[in-house]
């Protein structure tokens, strides 16, 4: 049981190029979360997916997109790296948030370090 | 605007000293506050959820309590393999969590 998995874990990229950071999960969950930390920042909301089938702005969704393929993967886009996206990128997922309040805390991959330059 | 405020930014102790973190929030229709540890290089780990002012949980040497306006996570006799940093988030629906920035805490032998 491997919980939430993010390929790359690290990756440097030219400012200008583009690339997909990959997020997998394997507890059912149906929603899933892209954030980013920055020092002194906290961790950031980019964008999340309630359910399968639907995606939502967070709190700093410019520059990025998303994709949810099925319930199981999430993958977050950089069309156009720019210095200001080098950050740590956490991919989240938990159970969809209800009218219950129980068992929706989020549980994190291992991040994916990404420096543009 | 769901807003988290953690207290201290760091904090150091010595093996076995007790202590406190704090975490004040403002969120309208709290559905959850949640700690998380932070091991260095490593992705937020779940600790605990509170869901109601009064309510408490305790895993081994942490516990955490919660009061309408605010959450401590209580450090009992704390060994130096508790450092890390510690991060306070809140849910308010279904639009993800809302974190603290978070204290980075240091247990000295």
């Known amino acids: 049981n491997a919980g939430v998995t993010q390929t790359p874990k690290f990756q440097v990229l030219k400012t200008g190029q583009s690339m997909t950071l990959q997020c997998a999960q394997d507890?059912?969950?149906?929603?899933m979360y892209w954030y980013r930390q920055d020092p002194g920042m906290g961790l950031r909301l980019i964008y999340y997916s309630a359910s399968e089938g639907t995606t939502d702005k967070g709190e700093v969704p410019n520059g990025y997109n998303v994709s949810r393929l099925n319930k199981r993967e999430f993958s977050l886009r950089l069309e156009s790296a720019a210095p200001s996206q080098t950050s740590v990128y956490f991919c989240?997922?938990?159970?969809?948030?209800?009218?219950?309040?129980?068992?929706?805390?989020?549980?994190f991959g291992q991040g994916t370090r990404l420096t543009v330059v | 605007e769901d807003q988290v405020t953690q207290s201290p930014e760091a904090l150091r102790l010595q093996e076995g000293e007790s202590s406190s973190l704090n975490c004040s929030y403002t969120?309208?229709?709290?559905?959850?506050l949640f700690w998380y540890r932070q091991d260095p290089g490593k992705g937020p780990e779940f600790l605990f959820t509170?869901?109601?002012a009064g309510e408490e949980k305790e895993k081994e040497r942490l516990k955490a309590t919660l009061t309408k306006k605010e959450s401590f996570l209580h450090i009992t006799a704390p060994k130096p393999e508790d450092s890390a940093t510690y991060l306070c988030a809140v849910r308010r629906s279904a639009d993800g969590l809302t974190f603290g920035k978070g204290t980075h805490l240091i247990i000295q032998p």
């Open positions: 507890m059912n969950h149906n929603s």
């Open positions: 989240a997922s938990s159970e969809r948030h209800t009218g219950s309040i129980t068992n929706t805390e989020a549980f």
């Open positions: 969120v309208s229709g709290l559905r959850g």
């Open positions: 509170l869901y109601s």
